[in-house]
């Protein structure tokens, strides 16, 4: 059990992690706004985040962040799969994982539509990646647990890979349910469907629940359904599609330290 002191003497000590994404968003042109900012006026209003009583946390590129590029091992696994599943070269393979990942969500989607492709060896194999870029995150550690209310994860990948995952940063015991692509019938995010199901398994209070996660057209079925939201914004520019919606309501560039200064709000 980490102390109350403890975990404020560990602060927002994240440099390296806001360095690393200051200098990843020079490389695009999102700078628009400030690092915690109000978004433009929501046609909903989200909730007070003082009230909220639910957190929904994506994984991959949010909970760690993007810099890891751990999403590059996965990606390439996929490649290697579909090449050797479709009898394709690797640059066909490529170009077919990236069409289906823009038009089905998911790259796996696309494959389960159009190929019939049985998801688990898919989902195991492009999992089986090398965790080490991923480092023990002791202030996130802290952050979520000065953070009060219920945490739960909601990724397009599998429970497996959310345990591993939370097991190398050190916050597993923080979560109280993983909700994954098998919980959601393999429909990913942004399937409005998905999101509903979600609240509904996990008794989930909408207007009292804020999302957090990388990708901002997975925050629009959120906000629609009263969520407020959190935009963790990196330098891929296909996480920031859609940006400048209504549906984003609140920016960072770094979220243990936006995590932070929430809970002392307090
Ligand atoms: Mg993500």
């Not at 404020?8 to 360095?19: D, Y």
């Not at 290697?80 to 089905?104: H, M, N, V």
Request: aromatic content about 8%; hydrophobic content about 40%.
């Amino acid at each position: 059990m980490i102390s109350y002191f403890t975990r404020n003497m560990i602060g927002p000590a994240t440099p390296e992690r806001g360095l690393q994404h200051r200098l990843a968003d020079s490389t695009n042109d999102i700078m628009a706004r400030p690092t915690t900012s109000p978004a433009p006026a929501a046609s909903r209003r989200p909730g007070s985040l003082k009230n909220a009583e639910a957190w929904v946390f994506d994984l991959d590129n949010t909970l760690y962040p993007a810099s890891s590029n751990l999403f590059a091992q996965i990606d390439e696994r996929m490649r290697s799969y579909i090449a050797d599943f479709l009898g394709l070269e690797l640059d066909e393979a490529e170009r077919l994982q990236k069409r289906y990942f823009r038009q089905y969500g998911t790259t796996l989607r696309g494959l389960m539509n159009r190929h019939g492709m049985d998801p688990r060896p898919f989902l195991d194999h492009v999992h089986a990646v090398d965790l080490s870029p991923v480092p023990p995150d002791p202030a996130l550690e802290a952050a979520l647990a000065r953070l009060r209310g219920r945490k739960l994860i909601f990724t397009n990948a599998t429970a497996d890979h959310a345990e591993n995952i939370m097991a190398r940063l050190g916050v597993g015991h923080h979560f109280e349910a993983i909700f994954d692509i098998v919980a959601a019938g393999y429909l990913p995010k942004p399937e409005p469907k998905v999101y509903r199901t979600l609240v509904k398994r996990h008794r989930l209070d909408p207007p009292k629940t804020v999302m957090i996660e990388d990708i901002s057209r997975n925050l629009e079925p959120a906000a629609a359904l009263g969520m407020t939201t959190v935009w963790v914004r990196s330098a891929n520019p296909w996480a920031a599609e859609g940006a400048e919606g209504d549906h984003i309501h609140h920016v960072t560039d770094d979220m243990v330290a936006w995590l932070e200064e929430t809970s002392r709000q307090d």
